[in-house]
């Protein structure tokens, strides 16, 4: 393999993409900090990062449901729905592309089960499968019962909330509330877990996972295996992070599948496993990779040129929110 060979694989690796991603939101939330402080009068003036809407999922979700029932587009706080719809259109393209390869939370705790995997000798633990598949069950009982309630919010409702000046700040209180003693515990308690377990929000817990695997199962690039030329070694099962039965699928639409490609690069048989799209073309996991960015990179560079990803709420009204002591009051029940 050649320089420019070494420089492609690295860069495609999917732990560097989704580092860079992990460190652009770790950006992003200290960039809100300081534009909170500065808000306060306490430090120079920063622009507000748009990212951090990532973190209002019910919000932004009672705003997606409001614009698809012909409530309009969101022109306070556009970039939430910016998001959700690249997670969807990721989703729909390349397996659960936005949990496999963005989430900054997901890389937390994959992070935290590939050190425990180092820990325990090379593999988490494994709970039973009928327990495994009460955990699975929960996390699609949950997205159900989440979007479910959210899809019912009127859009007189959903539009009222919009303007509500508490959604303005709402990413603020959030983020700030992460430094809490019962957070930072709860967020101790899911490492530890994960480490033991393997990423037990991700697999077990968390509605987008759920909602994007939905449409994950529809995707139209998927990974095949050739029945003829597969030797049985079981490396393509043993790298999945989703716990999926690679060497049993002909063609791997499983709903835990995150598009990953590690089955595909661990295979020993040269064109035993493959990435396809539409079943024909074959798309090899350095593109798919660049496919995956180069898609939720694109969205939202359309977002942006098009005046759909900055917020419109003017700086002297965030000023004022801000300083009227909005983010000391409690979390309104809707998040």
Not at 38 to 58: D, H, K, Q, T, Y
Not at 235 to 243: K, L, S
Request: contains cysteine; proline residues 5%.
């Amino acid at each position: 393999m050649g320089r420019i060979g070494k420089v492609v694989r690295f860069v495609t690796d999917r732990w560097f993409i989704k580092t860079a991603f992990f460190l652009f939101f770790a950006w992003a939330c200290v960039q809100l900090w300081r534009f909170a402080e500065w808000a306060r009068g306490n430090g120079p003036s920063v622009p507000r990062p748009e990212a951090v809407a990532g973190i209002l999922p019910v919000g932004h979700f009672t705003s997606f449901f409001a614009w698809l029932k012909g409530g309009g587009w969101d022109t306070l706080l556009p970039a939430g729905l910016v998001i959700i719809i690249a997670a969807i259109v990721t989703s729909l393209f390349f397996k659960r592309g936005f949990c496999g390869w963005i989430c900054p939370v997901g890389t937390v705790w994959e992070g935290a089960a590939s050190l425990g995997r180092r820990l325990l000798g090379g593999r988490n633990i494994r709970v039973p499968r009928w327990l495994d598949l009460v955990g699975l069950s929960l996390r699609y009982v949950i997205a159900l019962v989440v979007f479910g309630f959210i899809a019912r919010v009127s859009v007189q409702e959903a539009l009222w909330f919009r303007e509500l000046p508490y959604m303005w700040v709402a990413d603020i209180k959030i983020l700030e509330g992460f430094f809490s003693p019962m957070f930072m515990s709860v967020i101790a308690l899911a490492f530890v877990l994960s480490m033991l377990f393997g990423p037990v929000w991700c697999r077990w817990l968390c509605p987008l996972g759920g909602l994007y695997s939905v449409f994950g199962v529809a995707s139209a690039c998927t990974v095949m295996r050739d029945e003829r030329t597969c030797v049985r070694c079981s490396r393509c099962n043993e790298v999945c992070h989703a716990g999926v039965d690679v060497e049993r699928a002909a063609d791997v639409r499983a709903i835990e599948c995150d598009g990953c490609m590690e089955c595909v690069k661990e295979c020993p048989v040269d064109g035993c496993l493959t990435a396809r799209a539409f079943r024909r073309f074959v798309i090899p996991p350095w593109v798919w990779a660049l496919l995956v960015v180069g898609v939720w990179l694109g969205i939202y560079g359309v977002a942006k040129l098009t005046g759909n990803w900055d917020t419109t709420v003017p700086l002297p009204v965030f000023q004022q929110v801000i300083r009227s002591g909005l983010l000391e009051q409690q979390t309104p029940g809707f998040f």
